[in-house]
């Protein structure tokens, strides 16, 4: 062991005269730590809050969709075996898509209607496993008699909000009426509850309805044509490159979305958000920064002697200057450790009794999602580390510049 490490960590311990300063090293010591294990929770939930959200939209939306400019798809058939054949894509299924208004006996709302294939849309989206009543496949059930209506499923919160339940029936109308000799008239049919979903999202479970896809294309009047096909990738950060080659092969009066451009305003903000609370949150750090340079700062005051000893001895100014910077280090270090230590242990403790609620209307979920990415633990804790390096820079400046002579001319 170098003296410059000897000596640094034995000033860490104080006398018995010199408690205040012991005291003021591990108030230090704490802010580092509670920093720290601030920014490590909060960092991790804005992390489990954006992936946790990427999962629930990609469980309602596909990947890619598929559209033609100006028009429906009237051989989505052959156009899908073709998109399946693109490298990258590893299945696709058929969609409407549309806006209509949902009535009961307890009232009526907008909702968005959407016509899917029950054979194939668990193979694009994985709507089936929030199935809490029912199933996709009822939907298949189309109308034989007055009674036996077509099936319809709707989301938890929307049940709620109408009062409708599993097995009730309900009318669903179209803006895109029929010319009738009193004028336009709004297409409306009957259809019976055959499942209810919940997401977690408030905005899927009280505004989205699942038909089967020929009892969307009558009720549109849309026979054999589709809005678009949905296409799941193997990688969902690659869609753009995939979806680029899926044009190439269809050709250019075929355009693509994908789920990074359809939710482009709400990603942009979450990243946004995160960075904006590792800057405010880093602030915390650089106030426990400060109480490491008071603590050096007064540590130097009362070293005075000790110094000019040294210095008397032998020691260059840069040695002096290690000395207290190893003593502010071991502070930052230390107090990152147990701030990371820490960190991890109320993730954990959040990511496994979830014991903070939220109103999914607000925030789209309804607890608080964590995930601690261990890039960015390591990126805070450097940034914690750095620093304390640099709030002991100047007071170890100040011990290196003493003069022998100036510090015992009064011994």
Request: proline share 3%; glycine share 8%; aromatic share 10%.
């Amino acid at each position: 062991m170098s003296y410059e490490l000897f000596i640094g960590l034995r000033y860490l311990k104080a006398k018995r005269k010199q408690t205040f300063i012991s005291i003021i090293t591990l108030i230090s010591i704490g802010g580092v730590a509670i920093g720290v294990m601030t920014l490590i929770v909060v960092i991790g939930v804005m992390t489990g809050f954006k992936e946790d959200l990427t999962g629930k939209i990609l469980g309602y939306y596909s990947h890619i969709v598929v559209l033609k400019q100006n028009e429906g798809l009237d051989d989505y058939e052959r156009i899908m075996r073709k998109i399946e054949k693109v490298k990258g894509v590893k299945s696709a299924t058929p969609f409407t898509y549309t806006q209509a208004m949902l009535s009961s006996k307890s009232g009526s709302l907008g909702v968005v209607l959407r016509g899917v294939d029950p054979k194939t849309i668990g193979k694009v989206i994985n709507i089936g496993s929030n199935m809490k009543e029912g199933s996709l496949l009822n939907l298949e059930v189309t109308s034989s008699s007055a009674t036996n209506y077509p099936g319809i499923i709707i989301g938890k919160e929307l049940s709620r909000n109408l009062g409708i339940f599993y097995g009730d029936t309900v009318n669903l109308i179209s803006p895109m009426g029929v010319m009738t000799p009193m004028g336009m008239v709004p297409r409306m049919k009957k259809f019976k509850i055959v499942g209810i979903f919940e997401s977690g999202m408030y905005e899927y479970d009280s505004s989205f309805l699942y038909i089967s896809l020929k009892n969307a294309q009558d009720f549109m009047n849309m026979p054999g044509v589709v809005t678009g096909i949905e296409v799941k990738t193997d990688d969902i950060y690659r869609v753009k490159e995939i979806a680029s080659r899926i044009v190439m092969d269809l050709g250019y009066s075929y355009w693509t979305k994908d789920w990074m451009e359809m939710n482009r305003n709400l990603f942009a903000a979450l990243k946004l958000e995160k960075i904006t609370m590792f800057i405010i949150l880093i602030l915390i750090i650089m106030v426990a920064a400060f109480n490491i340079v008071s603590t050096l700062i007064m540590v130097v005051m009362e070293k005075n002697k000790d110094i000019a000893i040294l210095k008397s001895m032998g020691a260059t100014a840069s040695s002096i200057m290690k000395i207290f910077i190893i003593e502010g280090l071991v502070v930052g270090v230390v107090g990152t450790l147990l701030g990371t230590i820490g960190g991890y242990t109320l993730g954990f403790l959040l990511s496994e009794y979830k014991f903070i609620k939220l109103p999914s209307d607000v925030y789209y979920i309804s607890t608080l999602p964590i995930r601690i990415d261990s890039v960015d633990s390591i990126l805070i804790a450097i940034s914690a580390i750095g620093i304390s390096f640099l709030a002991t820079l100047y007071p170890s400046w100040q011990a290196s510049r003493l003069l022998p002579a100036e510090a015992l001319r009064y011994e």
